[in-house]
Each structure stands twice: as structure tokens, then as C-alpha cells.
């Protein structure tokens, strides 16, 4: 005669329901197991990349005013922090559902190269706040010649 194991099937449903967001494009989005909590997400998200020349940064911000976000720039690291209102529910309105997340938000990212202060703009369109940083001159790559003999 079989036992029945309850911790051994919920930890085999735990599982499926991972492997079903995994098939879904998504690789475990609550963190360690799926029933830890959502604030292991980092926002804003971000696209982070760089050229010779300069870094740049999309962070997604839907929803705040730009007026509501601080860029701060330190050395080579940039925070992005500002604050989200929360829902107002209307006087006779039903929620059904309410997932937007308000409240603070900081996101500080460390860049790979050392950058110039006084040469980084930002811009916000369509909830997507741009960030260019320019690479100081001495973390910009030189060519050197190579004189023959």
C-alpha cells in the first residue's frame, strides 16, 4: 500500500507551475520559488548599453511624472529614483483588479567606464525615460600607431 505525501506533491506542483512560466518566455519572475514574494522585481526596468563614445539607459516609467524621478550620477553609477501615486479608487467604482505598484522606487546601476558630468542628457516620451551619458576621455578606447622600423 502507497503513502500519500502532501509536502511531496505540493513541492511537485511548485515545480510545474515554474516550468509552465519558464515555457512561457519567463525564467522564474518571483524570484527563487513561485510563491516568494514579487518584490524581488527591480524597477524601473532598464536597457542598459554603450558604444565608444557613450552609455546609455532606457528606463521604464510609466505612469510618473517626470517631474517625480531623480537622476543622481556619482563616479560611474547611476540611481534612478522618484515615486509612483498610488490608485485613487473613485466614489462608486468597483476594483476589480488593482496590480499597478505605487509607492518609491531607486534603481541604482554601476557603469563599466568612468563617465563625463557635465555631458549627460535625459529625456522622457511615452513613459520611457532616455539617458545618455558621455564617456570621459580617458575611459574613451585610443588607437596608437604602430610605427615600423
Not at 502507497?2 to 522564474?28: M, S
Amino acid at each position: 500500500m502507497a503513502t500519500w505525501d502532501v509536502f511531496k506533491e505540493l513541492d511537485t506542483l511548485r515545480r510545474e507551475i515554474d516550468e509552465a512560466f519558464r515555457g512561457a518566455g519567463y525564467n522564474r519572475p518571483f524570484g527563487p520559488t513561485f510563491l516568494s514574494p514579487v518584490t524581488t522585481r527591480r524597477f524601473p526596468l532598464v536597457n542598459f548599453s554603450e558604444d565608444e563614445g557613450h552609455v546609455y539607459i532606457e528606463a521604464l516609467v510609466p505612469g510618473v511624472d517626470p517631474k517625480d524621478v531623480d537622476l543622481t550620477v556619482l563616479r560611474n553609477t547611476v540611481t534612478i529614483s522618484g515615486e509612483r501615486n498610488p490608485f485613487v479608487e473613485k466614489e462608486g467604482q468597483i476594483v476589480h483588479r488593482s496590480e499597478l505598484g505605487s509607492g518609491k522606487f531607486s534603481r541604482t546601476l554601476e557603469l563599466p567606464v568612468d563617465i563625463d558630468p557635465e555631458k549627460i542628457t535625459a529625456s522622457c516620451k511615452d513613459g520611457i525615460m532616455q539617458i545618455t551619458l558621455a564617456k570621459a576621455e580617458h575611459a574613451k578606447p585610443k588607437k596608437i600607431d604602430i610605427k615600423l622600423s
